[in-house]
Nanobody, 124 residues
Framework: QVQLVESGGGLVQAGDSLRLSCVASGLTFRNYGMGWFRQALGKEREFVAGVNWSGQITYYTGSVKGRFTISRDNPKNTVYLQMNSLKPADTAVYYC?????????????????WGQGTQVSVSS
C-alpha cells in the first residue's frame, strides 16, 4: 500500500519561510518523479513544483520561481519543498504527488499517488 505523508505546514506571516516534507512508503521511491501541488479554497488544484528521480532536474510554476525549492533525498524516501518569502497568495492545502516516471513532474504529468495534504496559511 502506497502512502505519501506530508508535514511541515502551518500559519506564518508574509515574508516567512516554511519547509514541507513528504515521506513515501510502499513504492520504490527512486523510480518515481515527485512533485507538489496546491489547492486554495474555492479554486482548482494547481501544480507548484516537480523533481525528477535523481533530484537534478526541477520544474516550477511561474509564481513560485525564485522563492520555492524542491529537492529529494532518495535514501530517506523524502521530497521537500522549501518555501521562502511567503505571500498570502500562497495560502492553500499543499499535496505531495508521485508519478511512475523518471522525469520531473509538470502540470500535465499523470499522477499515480497523492498525499492527504498539509495546510499552509500566510497572513499579511
Amino acid at each position: 500500500q502506497v502512502q505519501l505523508v506530508e508535514s511541515g505546514g502551518g500559519l506564518v506571516q508574509a515574508g516567512d519561510s516554511l519547509r514541507l516534507s513528504c515521506v513515501a512508503s510502499g513504492l520504490t521511491f527512486r523510480n518515481y518523479g515527485m512533485g507538489w501541488f496546491r489547492q486554495a479554497l474555492g479554486k482548482e488544484r494547481e501544480f507548484v513544483a516537480g523533481v525528477n528521480w535523481s533530484g537534478q532536474i526541477t520544474y516550477y510554476t511561474g509564481s513560485v520561481k525564485g522563492r520555492f525549492t524542491i529537492s529529494r533525498d532518495n535514501p530517506k524516501n523524502t521530497v521537500y519543498l522549501q518555501m521562502n518569502s511567503l505571500k498570502p497568495a500562497d495560502t492553500a492545502v499543499y499535496y505531495c504527488a508521485a508519478s511512475n516516471t523518471a522525469a520531473a513532474l509538470t502540470p500535465t504529468t499523470k499522477i499515480d499517488f497523492w498525499g492527504q495534504g498539509t495546510q499552509v496559511s500566510v497572513s499579511s
